[in-house]
């Protein structure tokens, strides 16, 4: 049994995608003897950046949250001799009274209810709230037709969530959990994998935010501008089109990108903003070239490949085969990516040390679905798309691999 733990983190589709507009006033290095121009690229000191990220550790307040989760989770209650609060479990009795204020005693019903999770209506969640075990209160409750009926609510008992047992944690059927000591130390375990995750995403974000913000890049072609303009605005419809059709309300491209262009503070069109984070991405990928060119980063065509199928994977519907998926998306966007991936692995080993050195889950071309059957498509698709396909006009001179931003700010 794998748990789920409740942990802090962001989930926005549509700021992962946007998010490199963010841009850090971290120093990237200012000794004029440590810039180097490659391709108009001006890199400063990348190798001594200043960057303030660091790796938190999970602590016995964080254990003790989680343990709490756990006892909401499988409502493990225990009795007690206080007040309802906001968050109580609470064995009511409820009953109706007559018109004459007489009260009606075939009406009366028990119930345990949870308060805090808007399971419980206002008005009755609002009248034991304070009550101790005994106590009573008079509320009326309004239905849809606006009609008001009278009730008294008596508490008959005051839960609230007890402390997780050896007999409990061995319960739960977490592989090598038998008591809470053990179930302690798995979710020290989880808390600290989950943080390792946070850790390296907020470094890539500082690390690419900081390149962009002290880096100089003379000349970015209009054609690469494009490219990422097309690419960027293709997932953004996507992602309209999929709330829209999985909600009950009509999303618009302004209604998934408006948040993000406010709280950056950016005046224009929503097609003017993708464009600002499009040119960035293009600003972003030559940087990436002109470091993977210095430390001599490169990566096998599989490599690309492989990325591709994993986006494949989720497209299988749409297309039959890897070679379709890819004839009809930019291959060149995935080259890009691979060696994004590979020059970002790079840096984070560089400024993380050994903390990642056993890791192996963000290696390049990693498929976590129907491997085999990916794998398969893999080879066929190395032998049946060679690179002699792609013409001059789909292959810009500068391109040799490249870099994209798009992997290095998630």
Excluded at 129 to 153: A, H, M, N, Q, R
Excluded at 243 to 262: A, C, H, N, R
Excluded at 335 to 350: I, K, P, Q, S, T
Aim: net charge negative; glycine share 4%; hydrophobic share 35%.
């Amino acid at each position: 049994m794998k748990m789920n733990l409740r942990r802090k983190t962001k989930n926005a589709l549509t700021g992962i995608l946007i998010a490199g507009v963010i841009v850090s006033t971290a120093a990237c290095g200012t000794a004029s003897e440590n810039r180097v121009a490659v391709n108009d690229v001006f890199l400063n000191d990348y190798r001594n950046m200043e960057i303030t990220t660091t790796l938190k550790e999970a602590t016995e307040d964080d254990v003790k949250e989680e343990l709490e989760h756990i006892a909401k989770d499988y409502n493990y209650v225990v009795p007690i001799d206080k007040a309802v609060s906001s968050d109580s479990t609470v064995d009511i009795s409820l009953t109706k009274k007559n018109a004459d204020g007489s009260i009606d005693e075939a009406s009366t019903l028990t119930a345990t209810i949870v308060l805090g999770n808007d399971s419980v209506p206002a008005e009755l969640e609002e009248a034991v709230i304070g009550l101790s075990k005994g106590e009573t209160k008079e509320f009326e409750s309004t239905d849809s037709s606006g009609e008001k009926t009278p009730y008294v609510v008596e508490v008959v008992t005051v839960y609230e969530y007890g402390e997780i047992t050896d007999d409990i944690a061995g319960g739960l059927g977490i592989d090598g959990v038998t008591d809470l000591e053990s179930l302690k130390k798995y979710l020290i375990d989880a808390l600290n994998r989950d943080n390792k995750d946070i850790y390296k995403n907020e470094l890539k974000t500082e690390i690419s935010n900081t390149l962009y913000n002290n880096c100089k890049v003379n000349n970015i072609q209009e054609h690469l501008k494009n490219e990422y303009y097309d690419i960027l605005y293709k997932q953004l419809t996507d992602l309209v089109e999929y709330y829209s059709d999985t909600s009950e309300e009509e999303v618009t491209l302004y209604d998934l990108v408006s948040p993000t262009m406010e709280k950056e503070g950016y005046v224009g069109t929503t097609e003017d903003y993708i464009a600002y984070c499009a040119e960035r991405n293009a600003k972003l990928y030559l940087i990436y070239k002109a470091i993977a060119e210095k430390e001599s980063i490169s990566v096998d065509d599989i490599d690309a490949y492989s990325l591709a199928a994993t986006d494949w994977a989720s497209q299988t519907s749409e297309y039959d085969t890897l070679k379709d998926f890819i004839s009809d998306n930019s291959f060149e966007s995935y080259e890009r990516d691979a060696l994004a991936d590979a020059v970002m692995d790079y840096l984070v080993n560089l400024y993380a040390g050994d903390i990642f050195k056993d890791d192996s889950s963000d290696a390049p071309g990693e498929i976590s679905q129907d491997e085999n059957s990916l794998d398969e498509a893999l080879e066929e698709a190395s032998n049946e798309l060679s690179f002699e396909e792609k013409t001059e006009e789909t292959q810009p001179e500068e391109v040799s691999g490249a870099a994209a931003s798009s992997q290095t700010s998630n």
